[in-house]
């Protein structure tokens, strides 16, 4: 996808719930998924909570913690269809 395709932009719209990342780690603090994940605050977080994520953010936590995306977010490979 290029930048300046309609494709691009709806699927930089996407969000994903960090619940389902969450319920992965119930003993990790947020302060180390965050660090983990690439991210400088538990913060990012909370936000995440209230907004959800970007599929940027999602990929990078995802794979931060040798997953893919989808392995956590079923939906990802429609969400890309759906987008393109």
Known sequence: MSRSDGA???WKSVRYPIE???ALHPN???EEMALRGGFSHAS???EWKKNGLTWISADKLAVAYNLHPANIWPDWFD???EAS
């Open 8 to 10: 691009y932009h709806a």
């Open 28 to 30: 990790s603090t947020y």
């Open 20 to 22: 389902p990342f969450l």
């Open 79 to 81: 969400d890309v269809l």
């Open 44 to 46: 990012r977080i909370h």
